[in-house]
């Protein structure tokens, strides 16, 4: 009777449950439990397996460069990252408020990292991210227009709760990418958060976006509902580098 029922959890999917079943027939577990702790029991392990396999699926589909989590952030090189500053932006509030997060500074201080990290708290908290290079979002998004499917992908982007736009600034806009641009940010003005990291300072964007009223345009949207984060120094990888050869 137990096979059966471990085979008819397994059809059902609840594999959770499966396992759970199956690891208390190994051991005494369920006879150290009421029926109704082992049942609670059961029911807890379905949900975890449910809500890690959820976690999962949404960290694939937000295409991370690379790993990241709050927990593993170096505190250790002065860049002008507070612990308490970035503390409170993993609890996400910016994101339930649909409220922007500007991180800037020089290359290697961890910018694309930190938005990472946020973006794969998000994921655990159940939010939907994308993660994206700006510039080659930009370039998909020119595809799609060509081949007139670019309608399905911004309404994709505007559907996440969080849109991680990194290395902005790293090419300069063209028309046609500030047209996407707009477009962009004009769905998700005051509906949804959007991280964006750059080397270049904030007051700098004018330049880059390129064309005056659109630059203005986006940044209206953009500014008055941000927090910053301003990182400053030398490349953290370099750093490194020069401690490990001082002490060999």
């Not at 609670?40 to 589909?61: C, T, W, Y």
């Not at 979002?137 to 007139?148: P, Y």
């Not at 976006?209 to 630059?215: F, M, P, R, Y």
């Amino acid at each position: 009777m137990n096979n059966q029922t471990l085979d008819k959890m397994r059809q059902m999917r609840l594999f959770g449950m499966h396992d759970a079943f199956k690891t208390s027939l190994e051991n005494t577990l369920k006879e150290q439990m009421t029926q109704d702790q082992f049942i609670g029991h059961l029911v807890a392990s379905e949900f975890d397996n449910r809500r890690n396999r959820a976690i999962e699926r949404a960290v694939k589909a937000a295409s991370f460069r690379y790993n990241a989590s709050i927990e593993e952030i170096d505190y250790t090189f002065e860049r002008g990252l507070d612990r308490n500053q970035v503390e409170r932006l993993a609890a996400l509030e910016f994101v339930a408020e649909s409220k922007d997060l500007f991180i800037t500074g020089p290359t290697g201080t961890g910018k694309s990292y930190l938005a990472t990290a946020l973006g794969n708290k998000a994921c655990q908290d159940g939010y939907k991210v994308l993660y994206a290079s700006t510039a080659k979002l930009m370039s998909q998004l020119k595809i799609a227009k060509v081949k007139g499917s670019v309608i399905n992908d911004f309404k994709r982007i505007e559907r996440m709760d969080l849109l991680i736009l990194d290395d902005f600034g790293m090419q300069a806009f063209d028309s046609q990418a500030r047209g996407i641009l707009m477009d962009i940010i004009e769905d998700r003005h005051q509906k949804r958060s959007t991280i964006i990291t750059s080397q270049v300072p904030v007051k700098g964007w004018y330049d880059v976006i390129g064309e005056k009223t659109v630059a203005d345009a986006v940044l209206d949207r953009l500014v008055h509902h941000s927090l910053r984060v301003e990182l400053f120094g030398e490349s953290i990888r370099k750093r490194k580098t020069k401690n490990e050869n001082m002490y060999r």
